[in-house]
């Protein structure tokens, strides 16, 4: 092995659940997720000897090669987009520290937000990547990085409670 593949075999390891994390949280299908991020290292791997770590850390460029997979993918499957998610068959995704599950509330809730505030959010709690790396990834300030994740979690708290709410007040009528 040469040093290329051995550095290109330390990023894919040290990443790999850092880009799933990332996708699953955007397609929230397991299968497709797993689909996606071997593409997203794919492409990575023909363009290694091309990566620039003055340009972009490791995390962002691949998280940026992920980004442009998935929207590449959504174009080429817009009947995705207008079909309902199946809150019954909820994907769980796990990773090699812990396991997550997204609630049929925390879905509906994420649905109700923009494009734009469901794809910051990915980026921060699926890519784990920090404010100032999402800000060079979106081409956006870090204010409005940092904006656009206080509004949006705002947003989140006050759909759920309004979810929790009403089944609360539905359980009591009962």
């Known amino acids: 092995m040469n040093r290329g593949q051995s550095d290109f075999a330390r990023v894919y390891a040290e990443h790999v659940w850092r880009v799933y994390g990332f996708l699953a949280y955007r397609v929230r299908d397991r299968e497709l997720a797993e689909d996606l991020t071997q593409i997203t290292f794919e492409r990575a791997l023909r363009a290694w000897s091309r990566f620039d770590p003055r340009r972009a850390s490791e995390s962002t460029w691949l998280l940026t090669i992920a980004r442009n997979l998935l929207v590449d993918h959504h174009r080429r499957d817009r009947s995705s987009r207008h079909q309902p998610v199946d809150e019954q068959l909820l994907p769980t995704v796990e990773?090699?520290?812990?396991?997550?599950?997204?609630?049929?509330e925390l879905i509906e809730a994420l649905a109700q937000l923009s494009e734009r505030e469901r794809e910051v959010l990915a980026l921060r709690f699926g890519g784990d990547l920090t404010g100032p790396e999402i800000a060079a990834m979106l081409d956006l300030s870090l204010a409005n990085v940092q904006q656009i994740l206080s509004r949006s979690l705002r947003k989140l708290r006050a759909l759920l409670e309004t979810t929790s709410l009403g089944s609360q007040t539905v359980g009591a009528r009962t």
């Not at 990773?95 to 049929?104: D, L």
């Open 95 to 104: 990773g090699p520290e812990e396991r997550f599950s997204a609630s049929p």
